[in-house]
């Protein structure tokens, strides 16, 4: 069995990323083909927002954000602490410091409370700038953005959705990537729509900050390229990664956003009376870059991790480190209240095998070994006998 098994996704649609690859290299056009305007195109309109700018990855897709926004020393961003590290890596690499604010248990998203209080804490210190709220959409799973714009709009800050884990999640009816005032996405094989290398996209209604972004994309460019107006950088989609994630996309949007949700209510289903399952409320949907449960206690975790990797079942661990804990944010990032819940999951989640072409049996079998882990081990889990 597979983690994500990206191989069974390529046999499904084999001919027609075939057939895209090779026209990419018939055409020769491996930088800005039109694969890349058209895939823009069909990304923005799914997702509900004006523009799409796609480039190099994900984490370049969060800088060229925080750019358009000229965020610098002094200023503070708003991260989660349980997320993957770019998200508070981009906010350093521009000089701004990261402040890291606690997650909610059942969501694994930034605790809007948390981020109100931190917020105030950082006025009440008065050395830095609040400027940027950066809301991640972990696992797959929308952030509370209802919360969220609450507090941003008290304090007139920006939202910047990392929304790498989150393309086809909703809320409220609304699609991921489009809660931001810029929102990002990342292309990455493993993420929900993963291409063969690296990609990412940003989104946005702003027309100005669009402008800005196709600019900066290829080195600060005027009315061409080799009219300079700004310093920018290189970060592009290749052509040939555009022509995987079209027919990657129109089977996302057909049936692989509702394939993984089947899988997951089938996981929740079979393992709900057993250990703690994803948990939230109906008004979102997710797009399960993860599933993940929680079990009571580190050893217990690893205990089952080990067991389930016997049984020829891989797992993984995201995360297994706070942002505030990481070595590369000592002197620069910042905590301000306690991120305890966050301490706690680091040390208790367990992601499962997740991905749209995961069979029943497979299911079943990942169920029986958690569940058969846990009859040996009646401490574990949710111990509800
Ligand atoms: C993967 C990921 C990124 C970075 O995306 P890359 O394409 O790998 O650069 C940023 N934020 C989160 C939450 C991610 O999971």
Known sequence: MQFRDLNRQYKELKTQIDEGIQEVIDSAAFISGKQVEELEKKLAEYVGVKHCV???NGTDALSMALMAWNIKEGECVFVPDFTFFASGEVVAFEGATPIFVDVDENT????????????RKVLAEGKLIP?????????????????????????????????????????????ACSFGDISTTSFFPAKPL??????????????EVDAYLRSIRVHGKGTHKYDNLRIGWNSRLDTIQ????????????????????????RYTELLKDIVVTP??????VSSWAQYCIQLKSERERDELQEYLRQQGIPTMIYYPKPMHLQAAFSGTGTVLGDCCITERLCKTVLALPMHPYLEENEIESVANCVNHFCKMNPSTGTNFS
Do not use: S, W
């Open 54 to 56: 796609t480039c190099a």
């Open 108 to 119: 694994y998203n930034m605790d809007p409370k948390k981020l109100d209080e931190a917020v």
């Open 131 to 175: 400027r940027v709220i950066i809301a991640v959409d972990l696992f797959g799973l929308p952030a509370d953005y209802d919360a969220i714009r609450l507090v941003a709009d008290k304090y007139g800050l920006k939202i910047l959705e990392d929304g790498a884990q989150g393309f086809g999640g909703e809320l409220n009816g609304r699609k």
């Open 194 to 207: 993963g291409c063969y290398g690296d990609g990412g996209a940003v989104f946005t209604d702003d027309d």
């Open 242 to 265: 555009a022509a995987v994630l079209l027919p990657k996309l129109q089977a996302f949007i057909e049936y692989e956003r509702d394939a993984v949700n089947r899988i997951a209510a």
């Open 279 to 284: 948990n939230f409320d109906a008004k979102y």
